[in-house]
């Protein structure tokens, strides 16, 4: 069975950080690039940042280049992401999710997705 599990989100003042994990599951991880998606209330969902397994390679939305960071961990099957300076614009339910598609936050090219983790900001 595919599971995406995340977990780290909270409530946190503006200019705080947090760092959220994504625990996978039942696909073979290599395989795959992981993506960090949010969705605020009333707004469509939105890419934040990918990491492709096989190469480590990354990309960031403009929004968030330069205050987040994507990394993993092959041999644990985990995805993280550090959120630095964060803003109350960045208050979200954040989701991580499983393409065979590199380089890309397309959400309709991600298979899998996990259940989410709630990020609050307060200004």
């Keep these: ?29 290599d395989d795959y690039a992981i ?10 969902r ?5 990491i492709n397994s096989i190469d480590g390679s990354t990309g960031y939305a403009d929004s968030v280049k330069g205050r987040f960071t994507i990394s ?4 644990k ?3 993280y992401l550090q959120l630095n300076s964060l803003k109350p614009e960045d208050t ?11 380089g890309t936050l397309l959400s309709g090219l991600y298979l899998f997705w996990g259940q ?3 990020v609050t900001v307060s200004s």
């Design 35 to 44: 993506g960090w998606f949010r969705q605020a209330p009333g707004k469509e």
């Design 1 to 29: 069975e595919v599971q995406l599990v995340e977990s780290g989100g909270g409530l946190v003042q503006a200019g705080g950080s947090l760092r959220l994990s994504c625990a996978a599951s039942g696909f073979t991880f």
């Design 72 to 75: 993993s961990d092959n041999a």
């Design 92 to 102: 979200a339910v954040y989701y991580c999710a499983a393409s065979t598609v590199t």
């Design 116 to 118: 989410g983790t709630q």
């Design 46 to 50: 939105e890419g934040v940042s990918y």
């Design 77 to 79: 099957n985990m995805v």
